[in-house]
């Protein structure tokens, strides 16, 4: 299992999924799974700021007679949806996490 992240040139210590994988024995998903927990790894601060832009951009074109382009749109839209979907699945992982620690402390 372990060459299977070496391959990849992940850290098996730092993928949090390695961890949850490593107790129920499901390797074939470890390398894909860790391959997100990289990809996710921007903090909760960093999406925050990444939805600031359309937000910005819809209030300004509430309160005034500005209307934004297509590209700008597309840019605030890739920025906002990146940003929440980030914030959406921060969010999963952490009910998971603190839902795999209550039944840890259940069964002892």
């Given at each position: 299992m372990l060459l299977i992240l070496y391959q990849f040139n992940y850290d098996y210590l730092e993928c949090g999924i390695w961890k949850l994988c490593k107790d129920k024995g499901c390797p074939k998903l470890v390398k894909y799974l860790c391959q997100l927990d990289y990809f996710f790894q921007l903090s909760v601060t960093v999406n925050v700021i990444l939805l600031i832009p359309l937000i910005v951009d819809?209030?300004?074109?509430?309160?005034?007679s500005y209307?934004?382009?297509?590209?700008?749109?597309?840019?605030?839209?890739?920025l906002f949806g990146y940003g929440f979907f980030n914030l959406l699945l921060l969010s999963f992982m952490f009910i998971v996490n603190q839902g795999m620690k209550f039944g840890r402390f259940i069964s002892q």
């Open positions: 819809g209030f300004i074109q509430f309160k005034t209307e934004s382009n297509n590209i700008k749109r597309l840019i605030t839209g890739c």
